[in-house]
């Protein structure tokens, strides 16, 4: 472990220029061991200098090998992500429901928050799937959050239509319809 | 998605401007000019030396005061136009103006200091023949009025009668004069043509008939044309049958004999075929008139003749001379003639009235107007100077009705085109472009010639434009420095030119005297004038624009169709607009009667759209018809229609043009004469455009509007006037195909009617006798739910009728004349304008003549914005375009659209003339006019620097973060 800029001096170390200049600043210097003797403190009292070898660790390594019990646990931590959108669903009801379907700034914020989330959910599917690449269910999983993902921009589409939002009226399409070309030129009026 | 828009457009409302002017708008978008018509009598206020009045009744019916400095009205009073009104004479006497009204119906007498009426009386019914002021012992007290057949004598002070007489033998004999020369009777003189002369004459105290006489006169038909009392109660007659003069002496006991004098004892000659006319002047009532008279015995050739011991003395001879005139200041009397100097110029001169001698120093130039016409009347106010010399200032109205004052020696001080309180027909058209943005259009408008030249062409005039633009921005600069008042906008033909939205545009107007007019539409000033000298009195008027600016470098063309009602002869006037010449293109020789013009949207290769006239023949003329012209009417001729209405025979009918420009009759419409009468018919304006084919329902389908825009809306009314029997039609006529879409029955209802028909709706007023109110009543036409052809619309395949709603309302006022606004697109909403006899012009809202407002209110009317029904249509005052600007006696209202689609241009014109424009929709297109610039523009960079600063700020942090 390398500490720039470190205080010169202290043994046991390579150096670029000798020990002999105590108070020089060293431009870098590498220690191979935990236990310096600079780092005073407990442990120097403790163990005095003893050097360990290189990439010993005081600290006891877990245990990392896979069992049962973290295999389940990655079961349900993909399913959390899965249904993830699905969760959501009865709280963008809720939020509909309480917005009404008015015009105003508020309303018209919540339906492209609506909106805008599953789609932006739906554009990063792949990253996703790399989070669920882990899971054995990986398919399902990316199923269910991709109809998850569906019904919220169902959802907002569905409050879109109520709020009136979409152009599904002809009266929607009303204003590109242009005047009829004239087929007779007419004229005329009173006897002068 | 609608309701986003609405919504959007919600928000654009609420930050939207108000609806009235304010205070500080007035006069800025809007102008108003006042007339007072052609002049009848014209009298000079003489009560002080340095007065500065001169009063004018005129034909208008108007009793004006000008002030002869400037030339505008101090006051004015406006009466009852047409016979009711009729201003029949106008007496002065000191302060007072005494005003005979209505063909004798009134008398009233004006304090022409201030314009305050001091009293008027209602005379008995009976025609008016003459009136005149009675003195008595050097002063004026009474007025006498002689009608038909009684004379009356009123007090000048309060209008009382003090007595009424019955002429004796009315029945034969036209009373035609009165006459008083200051001593206690009053003369009155009748005729009986052919035969003899009746003097009566009454006593001023009791009216008792003193004296009642005839004397033979065979000769003579007409007192008033002929005759005039001269000297000490000399009635002195001209005769141009036995060339002589005829004098009677009033005074006499008995008469005997009128005594003859003819021209030739006098050493003159009459010129033949003319009337001779004789004028004479009584400076004071209360004493005689002057012994010194003119005689007329040629069209220019005056005599200044003096009754001198009943000898005639020939004082000048005038020749030539076209006007004379009398005028009187203090003891002395002088005679003013106007003699012809050249071609473009009269002089004028004083001469001493009891001489004849020529007054040194008072010869006045006028100058002619080359646009204008000859003179044909003179006001003279002649005055005394220091000296004791007499100087003098003239009121000269020419034939085209305008008035010019003149001061010695010859400055114009003012002109009155007094020809523009009658204006016909008028039309807006776009002034052209500048002279360098011409040039760039005109570089798209040349044969190319090689791609080197053109990039030279074109970088040479955007040189051009820039220099323009420069030369723009240091112009502003500079008169930025000035104080407001020094910066002088004055508007020449030269510097006319579009602005950037079209606001600006040029009106012409047509004038039943025949006179043309070109007004810049944005100061109200006369550009170019035109008088047209051989117009008939009662002609008919076409005003069309062939050509618009749109085609440089081909001027734009308007042509005048004007036809004689009685003689049916027609003729072209084709001029430019801009500048008011005579275009050099030979409009076509009418020898037929011409019925009706159409003006087709086909052009020739000159962008000239091609105008059809239609013979009493039914044969068809083109205008402009060249080979090109020709050609695309034989490829045309079978769509193109034309309909004619003749309201004497009760007919409609349309024709079909042939290729060798016959026409062929294809229906035919007769409505009975003997039970209602074609009043109007209105199609739609061939410029107007209509943004939304439908119109959005409450539950978001569209109810698609019907468009024909071959449909007429033809108005009639029943000759039965009976208020219980009479009543109003409307008829909805395709006008290709004459079939009738719609016809409603207006009962016990009656005209005025006046209608707008615009769109799919057609909008009309009449006086319901029923209820004894105005009504307005709206029809709607629309296709359906479903549209039958998007594409084209062709009346010969419309096998649907439409449907058609109506709706009517009551109005609290009887209106003048109304129009709908139009504007560029067609996007803004509609309003109507209403010209209103209170002199106001009511912008009323077309939302509110809907005849889809609902009686029971429901969520989908709610939805729509449509206004619960309510009967009434109320007059807001916030609606009224001209605010306290009234407009007398509005005849006729034009719009016109400008380059904003939020505006539209108005022009009211009748009396007056006024200007102004509207914003139905509010100017949804233009940022307010205190639009807080300094502010956004301050925000804005507040907001640019500081995102600048903390962006640095961030990435000095995010770098110490990345040391630390």
Same mark, same amino acid.
């Not at chain 2, 009891?354 to 020529?358: Q, V």
């Given at each position: 472990?390398?500490? /720039? ?79 993830? /959108? ?107 | ?16 401007? %108000? ?20 002049v009848?009598f014209a009298h000079y206020d003489t009560q002080t030396q340095s007065s500065k009045k001169v009063f004018a ?7 004006a005061a000008l002030n002869t400095r400037t030339g505008e009205p101090l006051?004015?009073?406006? *009466? ?12 002065f ?19 022409t ?48 009668? =003090? ?70 109660? +000399? ?46 002047t009584?400076p ?29 003395? #020939? ?8 006007l004379v005139s009398f005028a009187t200041t203090g003891?002395k009397t002088v005679a003013a003639v106007m003699?012809?100097? #050249?071609?473009?110029a009269c002089s004028l001169n004083l001469f001493s009235a ?5 007054l040194l120093d008072t010869t006045l130039i006028f100058n ?7 003179p044909e009347e003179l006001f003279v106010q002649a005055f005394l100077k220091k000296d004791d010399s007499v100087g003098y200032k003239v009121m000269v109205q020419t034939?085209?009705?305008t008035l010019t004052f003149i001061q010695q020696p010859g400055r114009v001080m003012w002109t009155r085109?007094e ?55 240091? =112009? ?59 117009? &008939? ?15 440089? &470098?081909?001027? &734009? ?64 003329? %083109? ?101 219980? $029997? ?98 560029? =697109?067609?996007?803004?909403? $509609? ?9 106001? +012009?009511?912008?009323? &809202? ?9 009686? +029971? ?31 007398? $006696? ?5 719009? %016109? ?14 009396? *007056? ?37 903390? =962006?640095?700020? %961030? ?10």
């Open positions: 472990m390398a500490s /720039p800029g470190g205080q010169g001096g202290g043994g046991g170390a390579l150096s670029t220029r000798g020990g002999g200049v105590g108070a020089r600043r060293m431009k870098w210097a590498l220690e191979l061991s935990m236990g310096n003797t600079r780092t005073r403190g407990d442990r120097q009292g403790g163990q005095g200098d003893v050097v360990y070898p290189i990439g010993y660790s005081e600290k006891p390594v877990p245990d990392t090998s896979i069992q049962e019990t973290d295999k389940n646990l990655v079961e349900k931590r993909c399913w959390d992500v899965a249904l993830g /959108p699905l969760k959501q669903i009865p709280m963008n009801l809720f939020i509909m429901y309480m917005s009404g379907n008015t015009i105003s700034i508020f309303p018209i914020m919540m339906v492209c928050m609506m909106a805008w989330r599953p789609i932006q959910a739906l554009m990063s599917m792949s990253a996703t799937f790399k989070v669920l690449e882990s899971s054995s269910q990986q398919w399902l999983q990316g199923l269910v959050y991709l109809v998850g993902n569906l019904l919220g921009s169902a959802l907002a589409i569905y409050k879109c239509q109520s709020m009136g939002l979409l152009p599904t009226h002809s009266s929607d399409w009303l204003a590109f319809i242009g005047p009829p070309q004239r087929m007779e030129i007419m004229g005329g009026g009173m006897v002068l | 998605m609608a309701k986003l828009i609405a919504f959007c457009l919600k928000f654009i409302l609420l930050c939207g401007v %108000a609806e009235a002017v304010f205070e500080d708008q007035v006069g800025k978008f809007d102008w108003k000019q006042q007339y007072v018509g052609k009848r009744a005129t034909e208008q019916n108007v009793f006051w004015r009073h406006v *009466d009852k136009s047409g016979p009711e009104g009729n201003i029949d004479a106008l007496l006497h000191g302060q007072d103006a005494v005003v005979v009204v209505g063909n004798g119906r009134l008398l009233r007498s004006w304090e200091n201030v314009g305050g009426l001091n009293w008027e009386i209602v005379l008995d019914s009976g025609s008016f023949q003459s009136a005149n002021f009675v003195g008595q012992h050097d002063s004026v007290k009474y007025v006498a009025v002689l009608k038909k057949s009684t004379v009356s004598l009123h007090y000048l002070s309060n209008g009382h009668q =003090k007595w009424l007489e019955n002429l004796p033998e009315s029945e034969t004999v036209e009373y035609q004069t009165v006459y008083s020369n200051g001593n206690s009777d009053v003369y009155v003189l009748g005729v009986v043509p052919n035969s003899h002369i009746t003097v009566v004459v009454y006593s001023v105290e009791d009216g008792e008939i003193i004296q009642q006489v005839t004397v033979q006169a065979p000769w003579l038909s007409d007192l008033q044309a002929s005759c005039a009392v001269v000297s000490d109660g +000399i009635l002195m007659c001209a005769d141009s049958g036995t060339e002589s003069l005829y004098m009677l002496d009033l005074h006499m006991q008995t008469y005997a004999q009128m005594t003859q004098v003819t021209l030739q004892s006098l050493g003159l000659e009459m010129s033949p075929g003319f009337h001779p006319r004789l004028v004479s009584q004071n009532s209360a004493r005689p008139p002057l012994s010194e008279f003119f005689l007329q015995i040629g069209p220019d050739h005056h005599l200044l003749l003096q009754l001198n011991n009943r000898e005639i003395v #020939n004082l000048r001879d005038f020749k030539p001379a076209m003891e003699s012809p100097k #050249n071609q473009t009891e001489s004849g001698r020529r002619l107007d080359p646009s204008g016409g000859k034939e085209d009705h085109e020809a523009l309180a009658d204006v016909v027909t008028m039309e807006m058209v776009d002034l052209p472009l500048t002279g360098t943005q011409a040039e760039l259009e005109g570089e798209f408008g040349k044969k190319a010639d090689g791609l080197f030249s053109m990039v030279l062409k074109r970088l040479s005039s955007q040189l051009i434009l820039l220099q323009a633009w420069i030369s723009h921005l240091w =112009k502003l600069f500079y008169d930025a420095r000035k104080p407001r008042s020094q910066v002088k906008n004055d508007v020449t033909i030269e510097n006319l030119s579009r602005d950037e939205f079209n606001l600006q545009k040029m009106m012409v107007m047509v004038t039943a005297s025949g006179k043309l007019f070109g007004i810049d539409s944005k100061t109200g000033s006369i550009l170019w004038r035109h008088y047209l000298d051989n117009v &008939p009195s009662n002609a008919a008027f076409q005003l069309m624009v062939q050509r618009t600016t749109a085609h440089f &470098p081909h001027p &734009p063309q308007c042509t005048l169709l004007i036809k004689d009602k009685d003689t049916g002869l027609t003729s072209l006037h084709v001029f430019n607009p801009i500048f008011g010449k005579k275009s050099h293109i030979t409009p076509p020789t009418l020898p037929q009667p011409i019925l009706q013009s159409v003006l087709l949207p086909l052009m020739d290769q000159d962008y000239a759209k091609v105008l059809l006239l239609v013979d009493d023949q039914y044969k068809v003329f %083109a205008f402009p018809s060249t080979k090109n012209v020709l050609q695309q009417l034989q490829e045309m001729a079978s769509s193109i229609f034309f309909y004619l209405v003749d309201s004497s025979q009760g007919r409609l009918s349309g024709y079909r043009l042939r290729t060798d420009l016959s026409t062929e009759l294809i229906w035919d419409v007769v409505l009975p004469t003997e039970v209602q009468k074609i009043v109007t018919v209105k199609g739609k304006r061939p410029n107007e455009h209509v943004h939304s084919q439908g119109r959005v329902m409450g539950d978001r389908s569209v109810l698609y509007k019907y468009l024909n825009p071959n449909l007429l809306a033809v108005v009639t009314e029943s000759t039965d006037t009976h208020q219980e $029997r009479s009543f109003v039609g409307i008829m909805l006529v395709d006008g290709v195909t004459g079939r009738i879409i719609h016809e409603a029955v207006q009962r016990k209802a009656k005209g005025p009617v006046h209608v707008v028909h615009s769109e799919n709706w057609v909008v009309y007023e009449y006086w319901s006798t029923k209820s004894r109110r105005n009504e307005f009543s709206v029809l709607e036409l629309y296709e359906g739910m479903e549209l039958y052809n998007s594409t084209v619309f062709s009346s010969l395949d419309r096998p649907h009728a439409p449907q058609v709603l109506q709706q009517s309302y009551i109005f609290p006022s009887s209106i003048s004349t109304m129009e709908a606004t139009l504007t560029e =697109k067609g996007i803004t909403s $509609r309003h109507l304008l209403v010209g209103l006899p209170s002199g106001g +012009i009511l912008s009323l &809202p077309k939302m509110f003549l809907d005849p889809r407002r609902p009686e +029971i209110v429901t969520e989908q009317s709610r939805e729509e914005n449509l206004i619960p029904y309510a009967p009434e249509l109320l007059i807001r005052t916030e609606w009224f375009v001209n605010y306290n600007q009234s407009i007398t $006696r509005v005849r006729g209202i034009h719009t %016109a659209p400008s380059g904003l689609e939020s505006t539209c241009l108005v022009v009211a014109y009748g009396l *007056d003339i006024y200007q102004t424009r509207v914003y139905p929709s509010k100017q949804f297109d233009v940022l307010k006019d205190d639009y807080d610039y300094m502010l956004i523009s301050s925000v804005l960079f507040a907001l640019f620097f500081a995102t600048m600063i903390s =962006k640095r700020l %961030a990435e000095v942090k995010l770098l110490n973060r990345a040391w630390r």
